[in-house]
T-cell receptor, first 110, second 112 residues
Framework: QKEVEQNSGPLSVPEGAIASLNCTYS??????FFWYRQYSGKSPELIMS????GDKEDGRFTAQLNKASQYVSLLIRDSQPSDSATYLC??????????FGAGTTVTVRA | DTGVSQNPRHKITKRGQNVTFRCDPI?????LYWYRQTLGQGPEFLTY????????KSRLLSDRFSAERPKGSFSTLEIQRTEQGDSAMYLC??????????FGPGTRLTVT
């Protein structure tokens, strides 16, 4: 069973600032890493996937992966009130089952 | 591509009753996953199918839970003799093998 830990929230940032979310995982054999966004009462929505070490940027989102440190992060630039949600880190191995962290709740203050 | 759909969206049942949920994956996705999510936690893996074959069941899944995916299309998850601890959001996701998983809207189960 893969363990996935996320920094405890909630995280409150002013509008326009950078929100930084962190995630560590226990299984060194993990191969695929994902960030999901979940609004209250809704299901998880995939926002980023990353498979190799380094940075991956998609619009205002940047995911960073360091397999040696077993660490994944998500940066949200120019945070907007619509970014207020819970962000879930998920990890999978060669069986492709997802193991999730408990999530970090982000609140963007207008 | 209409996305993953789940029915019903909400289900309230009395303890001891049986319930069945349905998931329709994205067409041509050959993998289908069931997860369960309780308040304040991330989703927990329950079981998954590749086409019609059920490849793995979590030890979280007691013998009161059964899942099927006849003909490799839609899937059903049945819970027999429901207990209050079964109250949760039941999420279905689909993917192509080795690709990203996309979730349906979920079925919220309340056992009274």
């Amino acid at each position: 069973q893969k363990e996935v830990e996320q920094n405890s929230g909630p995280l409150s940032v002013p509008e326009g600032a950078i929100a930084s979310l962190n995630c560590t995982y226990s299984d060194r054999g993990s191969q695929s890493f994902f960030w999901y966004r979940q609004y209250s009462g809704k299901s998880p929505e995939l926002i980023m996937s990353i498979y190799s070490n380094g940075d991956k940027e998609d619009g205002r989102f940047t995911a960073q992966l360091n397999k040696a440190s077993q660490y994944v992060s998500l940066l949200i630039r120019d945070s907007q009130p619509s970014d207020s949600a819970t962000y879930l880190c998920a990890v999978s191995g060669n069986d492709y089952k997802l193991s999730f962290g408990a999530g970090t709740t982000v609140t963007v203050r207008a | 591509d209409t996305g993953v759909s789940q029915n019903p969206r909400h289900k309230i049942t009395k303890r001891g009753q049986n319930v069945t949920f349905r998931c329709d994956p994205i067409s041509e996705h050959n993998r289908l996953y069931w997860y369960r999510q309780t308040l304040g936690q991330g989703p927990e893996f329950l079981t998954y199918f590749q086409n019609e074959a059920q490849l793995e069941k979590s030890r979280l899944l007691s013998d009161r839970f059964s899942a099927e995916r006849p003909k490799g299309s839609f899937s059903t998850l049945e819970i027999q003799r429901t207990e209050q601890g079964d109250s949760a959001m039941y999420l279905c996701a689909s993917s192509l093998v080795s690709e990203e998983q996309y979730f349906g809207p979920g079925t919220r189960l309340t056992v009274t």
